[in-house]
């Protein structure tokens, strides 16, 4: 059986403020987190691979309890509410399978950047390449080949990389974003400002030698 592979970001499950922030539909902290871990394993199997974008878990004796109870292989992109060195202890126990601050990976083919901020420009950008990240909660728009993949977007539920696909197959990479005619204007303007510093570098460099040989 094939594996699939998810992602997802800020649960913030243990946070009493986030569902009044977020205005989630839940009356209780409690309510919300049994709901958060429903919905993951109600997708996610033992034997899927699963990218956390940040902000998981709120307080640190909640880390072990709750990715104990958390189907899939999990890989952590750091988030501003997570705990380095607890999350260090959780790799090391084998709860999580990797921490990165921010990762780039391929799938299908398909080169992803990972982060758990929001990007304009990322690796690749205008050669297909995605960008997933968090934080937002749903409150900023796509920006080319990019989304939020927060639970606040995602109905609280992890994201596959099937409904990506999906989700991004008519989409091109100026999209939101200002117009191809824009950006072609961008590109020539920084390859002349570019070639113009380089040709002034040589120049330098050949008075340098010159001086030299004098």
Partial sequence: MKSNIFFTSDLHIGSRNIISYCNRPYRSVEEMDESLIHNWNSVVTKSDTIWMLGDMIWGHQNYRRILSRLNGQKFLVLGNHDT??????????????????????TIDGQYIYLSHYPHRSWNRS???????????HNTIEDYGLST?????????TPVSFEQLKDYFKDRDKYYNS???????????????????????????????LEGLVC
């Fill in 84 to 105: 380095e060195q607890v999350y260090k202890k959780m790799q090391i126990d084998g709860l999580i399978q990797g921490m990165y601050k921010s990762k780039s990976v």
């Fill in 178 to 208: 200002s117009t191809k005619d824009d950006y072609e204007k961008y590109n020539r303007d920084y390859h002349e400002h570019f070639i113009a510093k380089y040709k002034e570098r040589i120049s330098e460099e050949a008075k340098i």
């Fill in 126 to 136: 205008f050669h297909g390449a995605w960008h997933l990240y968090g934080h937002c």
């Fill in 148 to 156: 939020d993949c927060g639970v606040d977007k995602w109905n609280y």
